[in-house]
C-alpha cells in the first residue's frame, strides 16, 4: 500500500491518478494498494482543483515493489536468492511421465532418457525468481498436447503426432508471475496467465510432488482426458550421459574368487524350514546349497529330506553387509530351468523388519519360473500394487538357463530401470511417495514350488544357480 499527499494552495479536492488506469478523489491524502508482483514503476499525476473547478497539475514516477504471495520455503526452492533456472532433466529414465490421476506418482508410461530429443522442450528454461516472475525461455518452440496448444496460443501449420501433440509448436519466449503456497499437505504452484512448466496440457496449476535443492518432481492433470503428467526438472546442467552409464564407482563386489565358504563379510545365511509364497524348501547354510566354486556363486536346490521339507536351497542376503540407497548393480548369473525351481535375483527394502512387506519396497531385477516360460521377468512392489507389482517379462532371451547374462537395475531419484546385457527392458518411475528413497539389500535365492515356481517336476534332483559377480556402482 503507498499512501499519497498532496498540497496546493487554494486547493479544495485533488485527483490522484496511480498509473494503473485508477483514481481517487480526496481532499488531500489517498491510499493505493498495489497488486502487479514485483518491481514496477509508475506514472502518477496530482490534479488539484479550486473552487471554481479550475486545477493544476504535478506528474511524478514513482518505484513499488509487490513482494510476491508465495511462501518463503516454496520461493527460496524455485528462485533460491534471486534466480534458478530449471530445465527438464532429460538425462534421467521417467523424466516426462504420465499415470492414473488418482495416484501422485506415475503409472501409465515413463519416457526413456533423450527419447523425446525430437519435442520442443528439452531445451526450454523455466526460471523463477524471488520477485515472484517467471519467464519461459522456449528457444522457438514448446512442446504439448495440440488441443491446449492452439486453443491458448493460436493455431500452427504443425500437424499433431498420433499421440495428438504437436512436438515443436512455435512460441517466443513470455514472461509472467508466479505463486507457490502450501495447500494442505500440498506444494502448489501456479503460474499466472497462460503460462506453463514442461508439457502442456492447458494447466496453469502444479503440484510439487518431490524436491531438493536441485530437483523437481511436478504433477499437473489434464482434465480432458483426467491424466496426471509428470516432468522432472534439474537446477543443474543436464548431463549427457545414458543414465546406465552414470554410476561409474564401483563400491562394493564380489567376484567370488575364493572357493568354499561364502565371505561373511559381505553376505548372511537366511536359514529356515517355512517361506512365504507357499514355497516348499527349507533354506540351509550348509555347502551342499551353496557354496563358491569355478569363480562362482553356486546355489544348490536339491530334493532331500530335510527338517520335515522335501527340498533344500540357499537364500543369501547383504542386509546389515551392503545396504545402499541409489546405483547400478550388475548381477551375472546363469538361471536353473527345471519345472519347480523359482530362482531370483532381487532387493528388498532394509527396513523390512519394522515397516514390514511391502512398505519396505522390494525391487526384483530377474524372476523366473515355469509360470513366466523361464523369461525375464522384473517387477517392484510397494503398497499401491501390492502383490501383483509393476512388472515387466521380456521374451527377448530364452537362453537364460543355459547362458550367463548380466541382469541389472539402474536406481534414481527419477526411476528404477532394468537391463539385460546394458539393454533396458523396463522402467518404473520413482517418487518420493514411493518406498525407493531409502537402503536397500541384495538378496539371491532359489525357491521350490510356490504361487510362482509352481508343480515340482517328478524328476527333479537338483539344480543350480550360477553367479559369476554382483557389483554395486554408485
Ligand atoms: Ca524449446
Ligand atoms: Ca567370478
Not at 569355478?294 to 551392503?322: C, F, H, P, Q, V
Not at 507389482?389 to 548380466?406: L, M, P, R, V
Not at 527419477?414 to 518420493?432: E, M, R, W
Request: proline share 3%; charged share 20%; with cysteine.
Amino acid at each position: 500500500m503507498v499512501k499519497f499527499s498532496a498540497n496546493a494552495t487554494n486547493a479544495v479536492s485533488y485527483s490522484f491518478r496511480f498509473g494503473t488506469g485508477d483514481s481517487k478523489t480526496s481532499s488531500g491524502n489517498a491510499e493505493y494498494t498495489y497488486t502487479e508482483v514485483g518491481t514496477k514503476t509508475y506514472d502518477i499525476k496530482v490534479l488539484a482543483y479550486s473552487s471554481t473547478n479550475n486545477y493544476i497539475t504535478i506528474d511524478k514516477k514513482i518505484t513499488v515493489y509487490v513482494k510476491p504471495d508465495s511462501e518463503q520455503g516454496l520461493l527460496e526452492l524455485l528462485a533460491g536468492n534471486s534466480s534458478k533456472t530449471w530445465k527438464i532433466n532429460a538425462a534421467q529414465d521417467a523424466h516426462f511421465s504420465n499415470g492414473s490421476p488418482d495416484k501422485t506418482y506415475s503409472t501409465y508410461w515413463e519416457a526413456a532418457a533423450f527419447s523425446k530429443v525430437n519435442a520442443g522442450f528439452y531445451d526450454d528454461e523455466y526460471i523463477f525468481n524471488v520477485d515472484g516472475t517467471y519467464k519461459h525461455k522456449t528457444n522457438e518452440d514448446v512442446f504439448g498436447k495440440a488441443s491446449y496448444l492452439t486453443n491458448d496460443f493460436g493455431s500452427t501449420s504443425q500437424s499433431p503426432n498420433s499421440s495428438g501433440e504437436i512436438e515443436k509448436y512455435p512460441l517466443d519466449d513470455y514472461q509472467t508471475t508466479f505463486v507457490a503456497k502450501k495447500d494442505g499437505d500440498e506444494n502448489k504452484l501456479e503460474i499466472n496467465g497462460k503460462g506453463f512448466v514442461g508439457f502442456y496440457v492447458g494447466q496453469h496449476i502444479y503440484t510439487i510432488e518431490c524436491y531438493d535443492s536441485d530437483n523437481i518432481y511436478l504433477r499437473t492433470q489434464d482434465e480432458g482426458e483426467n491424466v496426471a503428467w509428470y516432468v522432472w526438472l534439474t537446477a543443474k546442467t543436464v548431463s549427457e550421459t545414458h543414465p546406465k552409464d552414470q554410476f561409474t564407482n564401483l563400491v562394493w563386489s564380489d567376484e567370488f574368487s575364493d572357493p568354499g565358504a561364502l565371505d561373511s563379510s559381505k553376505w548372511v545365511h537366511e536359514v529356515g524350514d517355512s517361506w512365504y509364497n507357499n514355497e516348499v524348501q527349507s533354506y540351509t547354510s550348509r555347502l551342499d546349497n551353496s557354496k563358491v566354486e569355478d569363480g562362482k556363486l553356486k546355489i544348490i536346490a536339491k530334493k532331500e529330506s530335510y527338517n520335515g521339507n522335501n527340498y533344500t536351497s540357499a537364500r543369501i542376503i547383504s542386509n546389515t553387509k551392503m545396504d545402499f540407497t541409489y546405483g547400478r548393480v550388475d548381477i551375472k548369473a546363469k538361471i536353473p530351468g527345471t519345472k519347480g525351481t523359482w530362482p531370483a535375483l532381487w532387493l528388498l527394502g532394509s527396513n523390512f523388519k519394522t515397516v514390514t512387506w511391502p512398505k519396505c519396497g522390494e525391487i526384483d531385477v530377474l524372476e523366473a519360473a515355469q509360470s513366466n516360460n523361464f523369461r525375464v521377468q522384473s517387477t517392484v512392489h510397494h503398497p499401491d500394487n501390492y502383490g501383483e507389482g509393476d512388472s515387466h517379462i521380456t521374451n527377448e532371451y530364452t537362453d537364460i538357463t543355459e547362458k550367463f547374462h548380466i541382469y541389472s537395475l539402474v536406481w534414481t531419484k527419477q526411476a528404477l530401470t532394468f537391463y539385460v546385457d546394458d539393454k533396458p527392458h523396463h522402467i518404473v518411475g520413482n517418487s518420493c511417495a514411493l518406498p525407493f528413497n531409502w537402503n536397500q539389500f541384495i538378496i539371491l535365492n532359489v525357491a521350490m514350488g510356490g504361487t510362482m515356481g509352481g508343480e515340482i517336476s517328478p524328476d527333479f534332483v537338483s539344480d543350480t544357480m550360477e553367479i559369476e559377480y554382483v557389483r554395486v556402482y554408485q
